[in-house]
């Protein structure tokens, strides 16, 4: 009997789309259609693949009508907040932009005798396995720069947004980039490690969770492949006495709940200066009750469903550990809430690091919040975690914050805002949250390999 997938909508439980798997043959046939396209798509002109792509995240742009609707219907997030092409396209955009200096020889030296450079060069075919909760922009973040760099790609989507890869390839496929350059496919986890173990891939980056992290690299173990990694995370923001205390509250807050609090670099936890404190928590707990929970169709919703119900049950069952502890919650639950997928955003005091809430990832729309007295109480508790991602501070002290930013460790420091990526920067983390790096110069860097040329003119 075939095996297939089944994305079940959060909306009301029914099944928004079924595909069945690709069969251990059938994927090892993919992956060597893969490998033998590569060398010819890297003989193109660097322009050509950088014109390809491009076109192929136009065509994506073009369906964002059928996209939007989709992406509420498999994972939950309200139509009204247009879709993720914004942000798909200003990543694509910014590789395709700096991809003929980032991927340019390094010159070392010539004169009469010797020229000697080094070229960056493709590393093969290219896995992504891509996340559900931003699904087209964890996505383009590798697939972009791997093919413009001449790799050719093979992705495969989450269950919860089955469909998107789908999507993704007939809009690259119809702007021309060849069906074995980059084809999308249907895995169960079995398969992917099989691939892995027996060195399909030349390079595999993976968005998800720390145990997906963990089989990844349990999987290519000995194989030699290169494995990039964003995980966990558990992101701080920190508000010092000096902050625009308005704009830190409408921002972390924002970045704690928005999708759901379903975000790689969501704020889990904030630190304020206790003489901020009250007034923080007043203005945080009127924006939260300001949202509308419900169906993520309707354009007045402001949250929508967890994109599964088993998320929204670890989110409740940390909101209700905390509370045993001694935790207090400021908002009472929503009408809309089920107890299922919907789930009512949660802000949380009294909280210590020994809640689970404070300590594991909740992903989902929760926040607890302390009181600090100064800085090095606020970066002690920032560092007590297993994960560094992003992490937020706020302060009118430019220097003070990269003092601050300093000691933290995190993959990036951001003031005065949160919960964004910037493609001019490498996006990357630290500790449980991973290893490798994204976008920018550095993610070429990572999806290429270096190739010395040491050439003597001259035998005499």
């Not at 910014?94 to 080094?118: C, H, P, Q, S």
């Not at 249907?186 to 992290?213: M, Q, R």
């Not at 302390?370 to 560092?383: F, G, T």
Request: charged content about 20%; some cysteine.
């Amino acid at each position: 009997m075939t095996k297939t997938l089944q994305c079940i909508s959060p909306i009301d439980g029914s099944v928004f789309a079924e595909r069945p798997v690709l069969t251990p043959d059938e994927a090892r046939a993919a992956t060597a259609r893969g490998k033998a396209a590569q060398a010819a798509w890297a003989a193109r002109p660097l322009q050509e693949r950088i014109d390809l792509v491009m076109a192929g995240v136009a065509a994506v742009g073009d369906m964002n009508d059928v996209i939007v609707p989709e992406l509420a219907g498999m994972m939950g997030r309200p139509v009204r907040y247009g879709g993720e092409f914004g942000g798909f396209n200003e990543r694509a955009s910014y590789m395709a932009e700096i991809a003929k200096r980032a991927l340019a020889d390094i010159e070392v030296g010539e004169d009469a005798t010797f020229k000697r450079y080094i070229k960056r060069v493709p590393l093969g075919l290219v896995f992504v396995v891509a996340p559900w909760n931003y699904p087209y922009m964890t996505a383009i973040n590798t697939v972009a720069p791997a093919l413009i760099a001449g790799n050719t790609v093979m992705l495969k989507h989450a269950t919860q947004t089955l469909v998107v890869g789908e999507r993704m390839a007939k809009a690259f496929h119809s702007a021309g980039i060849p069906e074995d350059v980059f084809q999308n496919v249907f895995l169960d986890h079995d398969t992917t490690s099989v691939l892995i173990s027996e060195n399909a891939f030349d390079f595999v980056n993976f968005t998800g969770s720390v145990g997906g992290g963990q089989a990844m690299e349990r999987a290519a173990a000995g194989t030699f492949t290169g494995v990039g990694l964003e995980l966990g995370g558990k992101d701080p923001g920190y508000v010092m006495e000096d902050a625009d205390l308005d704009a830190a509250v409408a921002t972390l807050i924002d970045a704690a709940m928005f999708n759901s609090g379903q975000c790689c670099c969501g704020i889990e936890r904030i630190y304020v200066h206790e003489s901020l404190f009250d007034a923080f928590i007043e203005k945080a707990v009127a924006v939260v009750n300001g949202y509308k929970l419900g169906n993520p169709l309707d354009a007045e919703t402001t949250i929508g469903p967890m994109a599964n119900v088993r998320f929204a049950t670890e989110v409740r069952a940390q909101i209700d550990e905390a509370l045993a502890m001694g935790a207090k919650a400021h908002i009472d639950t929503f009408a809309e809430d089920d107890g299922a997928a919907y789930l009512t955003p949660q802000i949380l005091t009294n909280v210590t690091h020994d809640m689970r809430v404070m300590r594991d990832e909740s992903f989902g729309p929760v926040v607890g919040i302390m009181p600090v007295k100064d800085d090095e109480e606020a970066i002690a508790l920032m560092n007590d975690s297993d994960f560094g991602l992003t992490a937020s501070l706020w302060t009118s002290d430019l220097d003070r914050a990269e003092r601050v930013g300093d000691r933290i460790e995190t993959g990036t420091v951001f003031l005065n805002r949160a919960d964004y990526l910037d493609p001019g920067l490498c996006w990357t983390g630290c500790k449980q949250t991973g290893r490798g790096g994204g976008l920018s110069v550095i993610g070429y860097h990572n999806l290429t390999r270096p190739k010395s040329y040491h050439l003597k003119k001259v035998t005499q």
